[in-house]
């Protein structure tokens, strides 16, 4: 059902934030192109934004970004102003969320208007607010792909295809948003969870199914408790924070001859090898996935990471990555609302909110 009461004027220019260097700060530009969609995407009207640490990866270590000026910002939420040619089953005013593609700056979120494939796209639920389902995707999909493709865990009764009776997957970094998704779509897929977490975030992994949090201030005590519950046969492995994690997780995986051979995904640390962008690179997989997650979504069986909504809009992105990169956030999702930007009035008042 469309939000419109009447459809808004598409402006040619508005707000952008643009990289303009690599590892600057973002400069927020008022008059940017707004892109025109291809036959099979769609332009969408960005209301929320969430931020990811690959954010500001990919500036400081200038990964993924071919041009300059470029804009980034991948997990959103906003509303169809217009589809190509080929695009019947979005409409104007649909409400979406969407995870973009990272090789199109024409697609980075960070600015008022930006294009999606439409395969890419889903329609917001009832009872889903734009700042959750701008939440979910990046985490989502990473916690599926790696599941699905690496781990070769599919949804269904499969798992006992692993041999064991009790079919562990160790997650370090449980309350990491992808964490936090990965330990919801294991239990799905009828896995045993081990996550490793601060203390404070316990309550929130066993709410998400964890069936066993452990503190990840006491690394030793962690590898001891996982393979005493393991018996030593640890075969799957996720490690969403870095290499030094990565390594405590591979110690812990079984290596036992004639043992089925373990898998570790290891998300961070290696800037330049992402598992998300299997997501837009297969287009028959990924919207699969998307059908696939959004189901569960909308039956409450997934939830969205928690969020923390940062006022200000776009020009809040910069010091929200800061926080991010300190490492300040601990168990949610910052987002930002496109509408708060200082500049963006014209947008409040098109979808009614001045
Ligand atoms: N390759 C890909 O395709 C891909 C896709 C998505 C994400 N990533 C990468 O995966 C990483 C996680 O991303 P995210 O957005 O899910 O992260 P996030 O939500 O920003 O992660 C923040 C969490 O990290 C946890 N953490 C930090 N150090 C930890 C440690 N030593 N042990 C356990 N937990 C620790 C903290 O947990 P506590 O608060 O409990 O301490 C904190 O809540 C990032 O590096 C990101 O770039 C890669």
């Avoid at 690959?54 to 959103?76: C, E, H, M």
């Avoid at 889903?122 to 607010?129: E, K, L, P, Y």
């Avoid at 562990?168 to 964490?179: D, E, N, Y």
């Avoid at 290499?243 to 961070?268: D, H, I, M, N, Y």
């Amino acid at each position: 059902m469309s939000i419109y009461t009447r459809k808004p004027r598409t402006p040619t220019l508005a707000i952008a934030l643009l990289i303009k260097a690599i590892d600057t700060d973002y400069t927020l530009e008022p008059y940017h192109p707004v892109p025109i969609p291809g036959p099979d995407e769609a332009l969408i009207r960005c209301v929320a934004v969430s931020l990811n640490p690959v954010d500001w990866q990919s500036k400081a270590y200038n990964f993924g970004i071919t041009s300059l000026p470029w804009v980034d910002g991948r997990d959103t939420s906003g509303v169809i102003e217009a589809v190509g040619d080929n695009v019947s089953n979005f409409h104007i005013g649909d409400a979406v969320f969407t995870l973009t593609d990272y090789t199109n700056s024409h697609a980075g979120s960070y600015q008022e208007f930006f294009i999606a494939a439409a395969s890419s796209i889903a329609r917001i639920f009832s009872g889903m607010s734009f700042e959750s389902a701008a939440a979910v995707l990046v985490a989502a999909i990473t916690a599926a792909i790696s599941l699905q493709r690496y781990m070769r865990i599919s949804p269904g009764p499969s798992c006992s295809a692993l041999g064991d009776e009790r079919h562990w997957l160790l997650i370090w970094g449980g309350a990491t948003s992808t964490g936090y998704m990965a330990i919801q779509l294991a239990k799905i897929y009828g896995l045993s969870v081990i996550a490793v977490a601060s203390p404070a975030n316990y309550e929130y992994l066993r709410q998400a199914g964890a069936d066993v949090v452990l503190d990840r201030n006491k690394p030793d005590e962690a590898l001891r408790r996982i393979r005493e519950i393991t018996r030593g046969k640890l075969r799957l492995a996720f490690d969403a924070v870095g290499p030094t994690t990565a390594r405590l997780c591979a110690s812990a995986l079984c290596k036992e001859p004639g043992q089925p051979l373990p898998v570790l995904v290891a998300l961070a640390g290696i800037p330049k090898d992402s598992r998300v962008k299997l997501f837009h690179n297969e287009p028959a997989f990924g919207s699969r996935l998307l059908q696939e997650l959004t189901a569960y979504l909308a039956v409450g069986r997934l939830k969205p990471p928690r969020i923390s909504v940062v006022s200000g809009g776009f020009e809040a992105v910069n010091l929200g990555l800061l926080r991010l990169r300190n490492k300040e956030i601990s168990g949610q999702k910052l987002v930002i609302r496109a509408y708060e930007t200082s500049h963006s009035r014209e947008l409040r008042h098109d979808l009614g909110w001045l």
